[in-house]
């Protein structure tokens, strides 16, 4: 007979301290509010979207070393 090894999840309000944001998550926490001290609309390091930057190459970095 199988037992059962998984948690029982629930959703859970997380709470972030600094922009009072609310985001719903379903998590294994028995908590009904967790309160979180930033998240990602708040960070400073967080960039918000994914930024397509093109790295220059060794080639590239020297040649425009030397038009200046």
Do not use: Q, W
Request: glycine residues 2%.
């Amino acid at each position: 007979m199988k037992k059962k090894i998984h948690p029982k999840t629930s959703v859970t309000k997380f709470v972030c301290s600094t922009c009072h944001k609310e985001y719903e998550i379903e998590s294994t926490n028995n908590k009904d509010i967790v309160n979180i001290d930033v998240c990602a609309n708040c960070h400073p390091a967080f960039i918000g979207d994914n930024i397509e930057t093109r790295v220059k190459g060794r080639a590239e970095k020297l040649s425009s070393k030397f038009k200046k």
